[in-house]
């Protein structure tokens, strides 16, 4: 028999653990978390190839009110990304109300008319697991999905029977990355999205969503396991910069530090990390610096 495929866009509003679950299922991390909306920027592609089937998963951004040039980037990238799949699994949160964004996804699979499967995330939050019939009631009046799967990204329940139903969705033709593959971000956008996620854990929320990560070399050493990284961290404000860079140093230290563990921990050799911190005003409006940044300039037509 053929090995199977399918895309699957994950989508949901800010927060509600797309890129927790992303991880849980692939078995490793490739997308950064945090507690704060809005952490996820890009499509991130994760590839998991078990028995034979390989799904290829699409992490989206949350869907949020765009404010400025980076925040339209963030929601071309979401409608894309739903319009080119095989599938959706759209992630909610097992003790939330349904919102005007999970509206907005069920008519967007209705247009579409594509298959989506339903993922009640942080089930470990609910005590009483018989409160979980009126939510998936509740949530499943909005579309026909193919499957609901209460689970949680935090302590693994339901993630393989969510998996489960998600091959169900795939469809002969061969895969299409090798087994092997885990993602197609190149190791530069991998490195720099660790770096980003610690300054979301480490700093107040207004800093690091007004900063961005930019890996300038990565390059192995001779003869030495080991990857010499330079990468600049922009900031919008002088007052910002002081605050990344702490007293002595000392903010910096902690954010290179951490950065270098999960680095070495993905790349399995050692890292010897470099980080600088420059001021670039509104550089989120700011459509040639967005470009330099990876964000593709057709994602800024208004």
Request: aromatic letters at 6%; one cysteine or more.
């Amino acid at each position: 028999m053929e090995n199977k495929t399918a895309f699957i866009a994950i989508v949901g509003r800010p927060n509600v653990g797309k890129s927790s679950l992303l991880n849980k299922m692939l078995g490793q991390k490739i997308a950064i978390v945090s507690s704060k909306p809005q952490t996820t920027r890009t499509r991130i592609m994760g590839v998991l190839t078990e028995y034979d089937t390989q799904l290829v998963f699409i992490d989206t951004p949350g869907l949020h009110k765009p404010r400025n040039s980076l925040d339209k980037y963030m929601l071309r990238s979401v409608n894309e990304s739903v319009a080119g799949v095989d599938a959706c699994l759209l992630v909610v949160e097992a003790n939330a109300d349904i919102t005007e964004g999970e509206k907005m996804f069920a008519e967007k699979f209705t247009t579409l008319g594509i298959p989506a499967v339903l993922a009640i995330n942080k089930t470990d939050m609910i005590k009483d697991k018989q409160n979980l019939a009126p939510v998936i009631a509740n949530f499943s009046s909005l579309y026909d999905f193919s499957a609901v799967v209460p689970c949680s990204a935090q302590t693994g329940d339901g993630i393989d029977a969510l998996k489960s139903e998600l091959r169900a969705l795939s469809s002969e033709g061969g895969y299409m990355f090798d087994e092997d593959t885990l993602t197609d971000q190149p190791e530069r956008v991998i490195a720099a999205e660790i770096i980003r996620e610690k300054l979301l854990r480490l700093l107040d929320k207004e800093i690091p969503h007004g900063s961005a990560v930019f890996v300038e070399r990565m390059k192995e050493r001779e003869n030495a396991d080991i990857i010499d990284t330079d990468a600049v961290i922009y900031c919008e404000k002088d007052s910002h910069k002081g605050i990344i860079i702490g007293k002595g140093g000392a903010m910096l230290k902690k954010i290179g530090s951490y950065a270098r563990q999960d680095m070495e921990k993905f790349f399995g050799c050692k890292i010897n990390l470099k980080l600088w911190v420059k001021v670039k005003e509104d550089w989120r409006n700011r459509e040639g610096i967005l470009r330099s940044l990876g964000y593709d300039e057709s994602n800024f037509d208004n």
